[in-house]
């Protein structure tokens, strides 16, 4: 299938979708192996007050991001602290911590962790838990503000879901909601496939009507399920996305 030109003035928006989409896969998996880990570790996790966790990618001494992340367990009750850590290298075998007494959040830290318990408590509650992904507001062009990703998490292995995701932008001390955008207009859902055993789909197919362009939750999507190639229906064409890669394949606009 021949890729077409990306038209330029959404040239940019492809750019933003395939690095925000890469950055929310990498700390969506960090954010699983970690919960697994310290559920191995802690027998009695859900009786220790976690309130919730950040993922974060580690840095050097010069502040260079490294290869590896770190999942912070806090408190439910302010003030908030860590409770437990695992730090996953890429490579690397994940190794857990338990800190003996928690550790206090720097300033940085708490107001991460209270803007995504704000933006959690500032969306509609959906049937499906949330996987909550804070990044610094500049992510999407807003220093001002913290950047909340609450993706709608699976329930069976192997369906793949669209919607509703949404991205939330707080106030800088995270304390207030500025903006809640749902990014599908419906909870889509596509449920794993029923094909005879081995086989393999060919690829998923969605309209996508909030943008013109595919979004940073479809390559979040495709990478989740091994680059899985996902048809992106909108008005301005047809694009394919496969992991990072997002292709514009017909560009009659739709109706």
């Given at each position: 299938?021949?890729?077409?030109?990306?038209?330029?003035?959404?040239?940019?928006?492809?750019?933003?979708?395939?690095?925000?989409?890469?950055?929310?896969?990498?700390?969506?998996?960090?954010?699983?192996?970690?919960?697994?880990?310290?559920?191995?570790?802690?027998?009695?996790?859900?009786?220790?007050?976690?309130?919730?966790?950040?993922?974060?990618?580690?840095?050097?001494?010069?502040?260079?991001?490294?290869?590896?992340?770190?999942?912070?367990?806090?408190?439910?009750e302010?003030?908030?602290?860590?409770l437990?850590?695992?730090?996953?290298?890429?490579?690397?075998?994940?190794?857990?911590?338990?800190?003996?007494?928690?550790?206090?959040?720097?300033?940085?830290?708490?107001?991460?962790?209270?803007?995504?318990?704000?933006?959690?408590?500032?969306?509609?509650?959906?049937?499906?838990?949330?996987?909550?992904?804070?990044?610094?507001?500049?992510?999407?062009?807003?220093?001002?503000?913290?950047?909340?990703?609450?993706?709608?998490?699976?329930?069976?292995?192997?369906?793949m879901?669209?919607?509703?995701?949404?991205?939330?932008?707080?106030?800088?001390?995270?304390?207030?909601?500025?903006?809640?955008?749902?990014l599908?207009?419906?909870?889509?859902?596509?449920?794993?496939?029923?094909?005879?055993?081995?086989?393999?789909?060919?690829?998923?197919?969605?309209?996508?009507?909030?943008?013109?362009?595919?979004?940073?939750?479809?390559?979040?999507?495709?990478?989740?399920?091994?680059?899985?190639?996902i048809?992106v229906?909108?008005?301005?064409?047809?694009?394919?996305?496969?992991?990072?890669?997002?292709?514009?394949?017909?560009?009659?606009?739709?109706g």
């Open positions: 299938m021949r890729a077409l030109p990306i038209p330029a003035d959404l040239a940019p928006r492809i750019a933003e979708s395939v690095e925000l989409g890469r950055i929310l896969y990498l700390l969506d998996k960090a954010s699983a192996i970690g919960t697994d880990v310290a559920l191995a570790h802690v027998p009695d996790f859900h009786q220790r007050g976690v309130g919730g966790w950040l993922t974060l990618q580690q840095s050097d001494d010069s502040g260079q991001p490294r290869a590896g992340f770190a999942v912070m367990f806090i408190s439910r302010e003030p908030f602290r860590t437990f850590r695992v730090d996953i290298p890429f490579p690397g075998e994940p190794t857990f911590r338990e800190l003996s007494p928690p550790q206090p959040l720097d300033e940085l830290g708490i107001r991460m962790f209270r803007a995504r318990q704000t933006a959690i408590a500032g969306v509609p509650p959906g049937p499906r838990r949330w996987n909550p992904i804070v990044l610094p507001g500049a992510a999407v062009g807003r220093p001002d503000a913290i950047l909340v990703y609450l993706l709608a998490a699976e329930q069976r292995a192997g369906e879901v669209f919607g509703i995701h949404y991205r939330v932008l707080v106030s800088a001390d995270g304390s207030s909601v500025k903006a809640a955008v749902p599908s207009k419906s909870a889509l859902v596509i449920p794993p496939p029923r094909g005879p055993a081995g086989s393999t789909p060919v690829a998923a197919m969605v309209s996508q009507i909030v943008t013109d362009w595919p979004l940073e939750t479809h390559v979040f999507v495709s990478l989740l399920h091994n680059r899985a190639p048809f229906v909108t008005k301005r064409g047809v694009w394919l996305v496969v992991g990072e890669k997002i292709s514009l394949v017909e560009d009659k606009p739709k």
